[in-house]
């Protein structure tokens, strides 16, 4: 898909797989860039990958923290 594509809210969702009124609060919470279109939220397929791309890096950020402490608390991992 062209990074320039523009995708419906619906069409955004069903990317990540979360719910629409889910997506909405991320992008009403900043954390994917969009525009409007009328009254209609449009979102660059671009700025959904680089959304997608942090999210990846913060889950495992947060796995090798788990990780560690499982360590540390001699939990068998």
Known sequence: MDPDTELTTQEAAN????????LIGL???GKIPFHTTGTHRRIRFEGLLTYMRQE???QEQVMRELAAEAQKLDLGY
């Open 15 to 22: 990317l990540l797989n979360v719910s629409r009124p889910f």
């Open 27 to 29: 992008l009403d919470q």
């Open 56 to 58: 990846e890096q913060r």
